[in-house]
């Protein structure tokens, strides 16, 4: 492979520098010699993808331990509650379910993909998923949740993006659609021992209704990291009186008195920077804030396209307002919203030019 680069260094330019495969050039210029290596060749799609790099090891539970039983062959699962399985991710409560193809047609069937204990589904992204459980007739505050170390810890006033997908058990009776992942700066595994502990996550599922037992449904969301955050864990996190829960028609005599997800492929992503994401000429004010009268505005140099918007979210990502940038000043009635912090988010055609935090009172 060649690569061609153009260099502009100062008042001399340099064009046509090119690297060829992984070996390394040198171009003679007067009396001076420059050196360039062929990693540029890898360097430049590594520095954009950055952004998009997941935060999440094993994402979809694929690695097993290979450590557990010296000189055997990596273990399938086949019983309950054998995350320990599974590289990376733990037990935060309860009894985390692991399933794998290699299980189908085993001695211990109960625990493969697609077909097992609890029902039967592929798995979104490669050949396994695990399961936790959301409520319990006979413990209503009964929960089950996963948790994992980042890659590294989130960095303050980041924004990232929350996405994980689950499937509802076919021997669920319930559904429970306050499904969420928690980020916190130490591990909840201490935990463990408990039937329930209280939270409030940085991304729940409020736009998607979860009672789906065919397909595979995404839950999402975008937060502004507080710095520090380490481990995240998924579950649900409310009380009983609290969640939304629906009941399923309970004819038939595979179900039973509780709701339980099929978990997979979780990703977390850095998507922007509270402050300047996109065009560095770009010159926005957002006024006043925090807010006098109920009355938020956008001041902005920008030239907007019929795609330029405006939005108005949570710290969870959920849009609360939203309107077409077109004149110079644009205004949101902020008057019905709740005192608390919120992001003002500026795109173009969907992509984020500018996240600033508002103040509401």
């Known amino acids: 492979m060649v690569t061609c680069l153009n260099y ?6 340099f064009s046509d520098i090119c690297v060829l495969g992984t070996g390394i050039s040198t ?5 001076l010699t420059y050196l360039f290596c062929a990693l540029a060749t890898v360097m430049l799609p590594t520095l954009a993808s950055a952004q998009t790099r997941n935060l999440v090891p094993n994402e979809s539970f694929e690695e097993r331990d290979s450590t557990i039983v010296i000189g055997q062959p990596v273990p399938c699962p086949n019983e309950s509650g054998e995350i320990s399985l599974v590289t990376e991710w733990v037990s935060a409560g309860g009894s985390i379910d692991y399933f794998h193809s290699c299980a189908v047609g085993s001695e211990y069937p109960d625990y493969g993909v697609p077909t ?27 929960r089950e949740w996963i948790e994992v170390q ?7 006033d980041e924004v990232y993006e929350l996405s994980f997908y689950v499937n509802l058990t076919d021997d669920s009776r319930y559904v429970v659609q306050e499904i969420g992942g928690l980020l916190t700066q130490e591990t909840t595994s201490d935990y463990s021992g408990s039937l329930f502990f209280s ?20 839950v999402s969301g975008e937060f502004i990291a507080t710095g520090g955050e380490e481990y995240l864990t998924i579950g649900c996190f409310r009380e009983y009186q ?7 028609d309970y004819s038939s005599p595979m179900y039973v008195n509780n709701c339980s997800y099929y978990l997979d492929m979780v990703s977390l992503v850095k998507v922007g920077t509270v402050g300047i994401e996109g065009a560095e000429a770009l010159e926005t004010t957002v006024y006043p804030n925090p807010t006098a009268d109920g009355s938020l505005y956008l001041q902005h140099n920008l030239t907007p396209s019929s795609t330029t918007t405006w939005q108005l ?10 309107q077409p940038v077109g004149t110079s000043t644009v205004e949101f009635d902020v008057s019905h919203l709740s005192s608390g912090v919120y992001l003002s988010r500026l795109l173009e055609d969907g992509v984020p030019l500018r996240t600033d935090k508002v103040v509401v009172k």
């Open 8 to 13: 502009s260094m100062f008042s001399r330019s």
């Open 313 to 322: 979210t949570d710290l969870r990502g959920r849009v609360l307002l939203s």
């Open 150 to 156: 980042l890659k590294e810890p989130l960095k303050k």
């Open 199 to 218: 939270a409030e996550p940085q991304v729940e599922n409020t736009s998607v209704d979860l009672n789906e037992k065919d397909d595979w449904l995404e």
């Open 27 to 31: 171009l003679s210029l007067g009396s």
């Open 116 to 142: 097992n204990l609890f029902g039967s589904q592929q798995a979104y992204d490669g050949e396994a998923y695990v399961l936790f459980g959301a409520i319990a007739d006979n413990h209503l505050n009964w």
């Open 242 to 248: 609290n969640l939304t829960v629906d009941t399923l």
